[in-house]
């Protein structure tokens, strides 16, 4: 079963890309006592081992090292430039849509100001205006709140100007995220934020909670959003011989009748990839990712379009190549505050996660 109060604490968590320290530390407390070894390299992957109870036999190539990953970070906001009235202009952290944004509440800043997504009003916009897409330099982010005066401690009297301090709520380079909440609904179904790829975050705790069969790396990478930066130098730095990546994808399930443009569906099991936009995934290890699924009776379905991107990209590249694959959570309204997916599902990937294990 799924352990609906850890994957909650971890999809409600503030970890906008390059901010994943309150995600890592939620982790390290769940790995700790499971984990033969864990640190934190020098950009702030999350990298643990723990070692098998068997060794491969029967062999006579060199036993192959494996890494598992799942990215820390979530869409986000960056705020480029912090006015006096409230009004915060901002940068997108990923591939987050415009339609998505308006009206959208956030949460801002190192004091986790509440704020809402604003833009010009319907009543105001010009015809050629209400005709097309918004854009990100007519939105921003309204805090309530406009900058104040405060006089320094008049008692201080080691400091005896009569300057006054300006302070901002909000500064320029400080983050934000979507402000969401975790909630069950309809046939087994769950909405948050940072489904993507918290639940991938998720089933690496949870393989490293139970009994491995052979010894095996984890990573848990930052800015997957922004670049893949996290796996190229958490790969560099394992050196694995293979590697599974675990991953929401987008399911596209209900965009028309036709189904034309369809990902995957929800309710249908783990998502295996053989294309993305940043990957070819091993021919071999997905065969054996189908294989797997069908003998264990887990449900699967083969990723139908050859969109997105994840880690893979990063890790297949680096040192002297490494065999991927990708298992994704099927996911609709991605990159947005109400991500939908079915605990179901959640099942299969974890069951696939714990017997792909075994295989590799």
């Given amino acids: 079963m799924i352990d609906k109060d850890l994957l909650k604490k971890l999809c409600m968590t503030f970890g906008p890309s390059g901010n994943e320290d309150e995600v890592r530390d939620i982790i390290i407390k769940e790995i700790k006592d499971f984990a033969d070894d864990y640190y934190t390299d020098k950009v702030g992957n999350l990298i ?17 090292k494996r890494l598992f990953v799942a990215h820390m ?18 940068k997108n952290l990923g591939g987050i849509e415009n339609a998505v944004i308006l009206s959208k509440q956030a949460i801002v800043g190192e004091k986790r100001f509440p704020a809402v997504f604003g833009g010009k009003p319907v009543h105001l916009l010009k015809k050629d205006e ?47 995220v979507f402000k969401s909440d975790f909630v069950e609904f309809g046939q087994n ?50 050196q694995p011989d293979m590697a599974v990546i675990f991953e929401a994808t987008t399911a ?34 997905v065969n054996l990712a189908l294989d797997t699924a069908k003998k264990n009776n887990i449900k699967a379905q083969i990723k139908q379009a050859a969109a997105g991107g994840n880690d893979a990209g990063a890790v297949q590249k680096s ?9 994704s959570l099927p996911t609709r309204y991605i990159h947005s505050p109400s991500c939908m997916a079915d605990y179901g599902d959640m099942e299969e990937c974890l069951r696939l996660a714990i017997e ?5």
């Fill in 252 to 285: 596209g399930d209900i965009y028309d009748k036709k189904q034309q443009n369809k990902v995957c569906s929800l309710g249908k099991g783990a998502v295996i990839s053989i294309m993305d936009n940043s990957t070819l995934y091993d021919k071999k290890f």
């Fill in 73 to 90: 970070d979530e869409v986000g906001f960056m705020i480029t430039s912090a006015g006096d009235d409230g009004y915060l202009k901002f």
């Fill in 356 to 360: 792909i294990e075994k295989e590799i």
């Fill in 130 to 176: 209400k005709d097309k897409a918004r854009s990100l330099d007519d939105m921003y982010l309204d805090i309530g709140a406009v900058k104040k005066d405060g006089k320094k401690n008049k008692k201080d009297k080691s400091d005896k100007s009569d300057k006054k301090d300006e302070i901002k709520p909000v500064e320029t380079g400080e983050f934000a």
């Fill in 319 to 327: 040192g002297k190549g490494v065999e991927v694959l990708a298992i």
């Fill in 189 to 238: 179904k769950v909405k948050c934020k940072a489904i993507d790829d918290r639940f991938g975050c998720y089933i690496l705790i949870e393989m490293i909670k139970s009994q491995l069969f052979y010894d095996s790396y984890f990573a848990f990478t930052i800015c997957e959003e922004i670049g893949l930066r996290g796996a190229k130098t958490a790969a560099n730095s394992v």
């Fill in 48 to 64: 643990a081992y723990k070692k098998g109870t068997k060794t491969p036999t029967g062999s006579i190539v060199p036993i192959k």
